[in-house]
T-cell receptor, first 113, second 116 residues
Framework: RKEVEQDPGPFNVPEGATVAFNCTYSNSASQSFFWYRQDCRKEPKLLMSVYSSGNEDGRFTAQLNRASQYISLLIRDSKLSDSATYLCVVNRGYGGATNKLIFGTGTLLAVQP | ETGVTQSPTHLIKTRGQQVTLRCSSQSGHNTVSWYQQALGQGPQFIFQYYREEENGRGNFPPRFSGLQFPNYSSELNVNALELDDSALYLC???????????????FGQGTRLTVV
């Protein structure tokens, strides 16, 4: 079983749709949590950090449930430019140089016109 | 962009050969991590360097090795290349310290290695 699991998709949605991505992690010692976005043949880029209290950045809302070890990302009013792979990421370490990121497989989103 | 640069961008090698990939970290960052991303997969942690010392290693064999230099740039070396080593190799730089968490990790554009 992978340490970070997410549905690989693809998710094909029309413009304007709301889409939700889910992710689970197995290591309860994980310290911090993120969603990264990766465009085709490009490097991953940080989309947003995820907090237990939930956080929002424009059309994007992220949520963390530590008890269930579950992370989610909600995208409202999807745009064509949102088409990318969304990677669920867990930081297993903290302090000093122990910033070890564990990535899920990624979920491919294709927003259709 | 991120200020993290990798070279070369593309590389083709023959099975059994050795390869060196390079990463120049963002100015002010002292930590470099290397990741391997196979097609259709998420990046997998190879190892991390902090102030010129290896600090953490993923599930990769010893033929994957690295270095970090005084200017915090880094190299990834892979010996005895295998076909399965074909992947996108990413480096990420961040600022770490002895206490507290690292800052956000910024990724380079990657080196696409093909082993034939």
């Amino acid at each position: 079983r992978k340490e970070v699991e997410q549905d690989p998709g693809p998710f094909n949605v029309p413009e304007g749709a709301t889409v939700a991505f889910n992710c689970t992690y197995s290591n309860s010692a994980s310290q911090s949590f993120f969603w990264y976005r990766q465009d085709c043949r490009k490097e991953p880029k940080l989309l947003m950090s995820v907090y237990s209290s939930g956080n929002e950045d424009g059309r994007f809302t992220a949520q963390l449930n530590r008890a269930s070890q579950y992370i989610s990302l909600l995208i409202r009013d999807s745009k064509l430019s949102d088409s990318a792979t969304y990677l669920c990421v867990v930081n297993r370490g903290y302090g000093g140089a122990t910033n070890k990121l564990i990535f899920g497989t990624g979920t491919l989103l294709a927003v259709q016109p | 962009e991120t200020g993290v640069t990798q070279s070369p961008t593309h590389l083709i090698k023959t099975r059994g050969q050795q390869v060196t990939l390079r990463c120049s970290s963002q100015s002010g960052h002292n930590t470099v991590s290397w990741y391997q991303q196979a097609l259709g997969q998420g990046p997998q942690f190879i190892f991390q360097y902090y102030r010129e010392e290896e600090n953490g290693r993923g599930n990769f064999p010893p033929r994957f090795s690295g270095l970090q230099f005084p200017n915090y740039s880094s190299e990834l070396n892979v010996n005895a290349l295998e076909l399965d080593d074909s992947a996108l190799y990413l480096c990420a730089s961040s600022l770490g310290g002895r206490t507290g968490r690292n800052t956000e990790a910024f990724f380079g554009q990657g080196t696409r290695l093909t082993v034939v």
